[in-house]
């Protein structure tokens, strides 16, 4: 069982950076794949950024170059640093956790792009 709790939401102005965390706690997180969602009002779960448990990263074209996600195992958490924010980038950020067996899901932190 893995608890996902996410933060580092808000409002920012077009241009801006935030940079998210989702904390995870329960099993070992060094074994889980990790993923960075998002959901706008209105439209599907779109997946941005991946980190598996090797390392690995993977992007969305639509958040690449302006994303990048990263992980602290010892921290037990992964982080999106999200810079030149539009305001098509308002939505819930949602992390996940998955291995061949299971997928866990953060409740999600809302960001909001706004002038």
């Known amino acids: 069982q893995v608890h996902l709790v996410e933060s580092g939401g808000g409002l920012v102005q077009p241009g801006g950076s935030l940079r998210l965390s989702c904390a995870a706690s329960?099993?070992?997180?060094?074994?889980?794949?990790m993923g960075w969602y998002r959901q706008a009002p209105g439209k599907q779960r779109e997946l941005l950024a991946t980190?598996?448990?090797?390392?690995?990263?993977n992007y969305a074209d639509s958040v690449k170059g302006r994303f990048t996600i990263s992980r602290d195992n010892a921290k037990n958490t992964v982080y999106l640093q999200m810079n030149s924010l539009k305001p098509e980038d308002t939505a819930v950020y949602i992390c996940?956790?998955?291995?061949?067996?299971?997928?866990?899901w953060g409740q999600g932190t809302q960001v909001t792009v706004s002038s």
């Open positions: 329960g099993s070992r997180f060094s074994g889980y794949d």
């Open positions: 996940n956790a998955r291995n061949s067996y299971y997928i866990y």
């Open positions: 980190t598996t448990s090797g390392g690995s990263t």
